[in-house]
């Protein structure tokens, strides 16, 4: 759908083929059968076309974010009954192409409204289940039924004795009192997380921590020069971390990172890189055996830029030893699940059957986009003796332009994104 995306964001922007193609160097007719995709495109004419167009070649040859993809995908899926016309969930990339706003706006809309439904779901946990709540709603209805009680005395018996009659009324006063304070209370008890979801959008402290990499790029130079003695500085410059859960949880990223930088530094990394043509199986000797830290530590350098050159792009994604995803480096068109789990297929969850033994394998997304990746499983920490060890797998993505030329190399694993997500209703390893 290459050329559908050319002419859709040609169309937006009012421009005529003519002069898209006279502004590319090409023909009309040439750039009229590459919008009807009767020719492939690629290389310098995909980036020319993109910079003319004002977009990254990405999102031309590629379409849609997966990102952007897959929560489209999760409104049409969670609405469909609600509606009298089902979405074109085949569409999706057509109207990202066409209408990246509103597709951004409806994406956005409906991460708020998954937000706020387990907002909601998590307060009537806590109302059932709490027990500071139960005793001040017993507290609360204790005072109301008093309160109640010497007011009903007051009115019904008129000839009651002065001296009596004060003391229901100072027996209502401090009931009263009594009352005003627990209500308070029991008003502080929610404010603070109240306070805290309106403030951060109701973000959990790891979704605070990933923007803090994304913004910046998975590298810090202050930690790479200055070791883990920079990450105080480091968390200061950061948004959200006034909440103790979500600075802790940066603290620990950020130190293993640190510890990462120090065992493989980037004056030593880098230039290895470079001249491996940053190909995982050849700097496996600077890890001394340890896989993961190189995995780790590609998927840290600074990518490539206009500007400057430097590392393509790489996605990471980390897990323990049920699965359960822990850390994560996004990549476009290869969506990673915020929690819980992957696709059972991918590479990353074959290494923890396969301890110590590295994995290189081809994956192929729905969309049909390709990427290479390499696993790994090794423990996450020493070991004593008679103890179990806590394995820990990470996998190094990175996208394929074209599918493998040779035979001989093995068929790409057709996975997804998770099964929550994932169009492949036939798979075998659907949950």
């Known amino acids: 759908m290459t050329g559908n995306r050319i002419r859709e964001r040609r169309l937006v922007l009012g421009m005529k083929q003519a002069d898209l193609a006279e502004a590319v160097g090409i023909s009309a007719s040439y750039l009229n059968l590459i ?103 017993h507290e609360v209805l204790s005072s109301v039924a008093a309160i109640r009680s010497t007011a009903d005395i007051l009115v019904r018996e008129a000839d009651i004795d002065a001296v009596w009659r004060g003391r229901f009324h100072r027996n209502l006063h401090e009931e009263a009192e009594r009352l005003s304070t627990r209500a308070t209370a029991l008003i502080r008890h929610f404010e603070p997380d109240a306070a805290k979801a309106d403030a951060r959008a109701a973000s959990t402290p790891t979704e605070t921590v990933e923007a803090m990499f994304e913004a910046a790029g998975h590298h810090f130079p202050e930690i790479e020069t200055h070791g883990r003695a920079a990450i105080p500085l480091v968390l200061s410059r950061a948004a959200g971390m006034e909440d103790l859960a979500t600075r802790a949880l940066g603290e620990r990223w950020l130190l293993a990172y640190a510890m990462d930088a120090a065992r493989l530094p980037l004056p030593v990394m880098r230039p290895a890189a470079e001249a491996a043509g940053y190909d995982p199986a050849l700097l496996l000797g600077l890890g001394q055996g340890d896989v993961a830290l190189v995995l780790r530590r590609l998927a840290t350098l600074p990518r490539q830029t206009e500007a400057a050159a430097g590392a393509p792009p790489f996605g990471l994604a980390v897990c323990d030893g049920s699965g359960a995803l822990i850390f994560r480096r996004r990549l476009a068109a290869f969506s990673i699940p915020r929690f819980g789990a992957g696709c059972p297929l991918w590479p990353l969850y074959r290494a923890l059957g396969r301890p ?66 994932c169009p492949r209703m036939g798979c075998a390893a659907r949950r």
């Open 35 to 137: 919008e009807h995709n009767r020719r492939r495109i690629g290389g310098k004419l995909l980036v020319a076309l993109a910079r003319v167009l004002a977009v990254e070649p990405a999102q031309l040859s590629e379409g849609a974010d997966a990102t952007l993809y897959d929560a489209l995908q999760s409104v049409a899926r969670d609405h469909a009954g609600n509606l009298d016309a089902p979405p074109e969930t085949e569409r999706i990339d057509e109207m990202a192409g066409r209408f990246p706003g509103w597709a951004a706006l409806i994406a956005a809309q409906q991460k708020r409204i998954a937000a706020l439904d387990a907002m909601v779901e998590g307060l009537r946990d806590r109302i059932g289940h709490d027990p500071l709540l139960a005793e001040a709603m």
């Open 356 to 421: 110590g033994q590295p994995e290189m394998s081809l994956i192929e997304m729905p969309q049909g986009a390709r990427f290479r990746a390499w696993a790994v499983s090794q423990p996450a920490a020493p070991m004593g003796f008679g103890e179990a060890p806590v394995m820990q797998a990470v996998m190094l993505l990175t996208p394929v332009a074209e599918a493998p030329a040779t035979d001989h190399q093995p068929p790409a694993i057709a996975a997804g994104p998770g099964c929550h997500l």
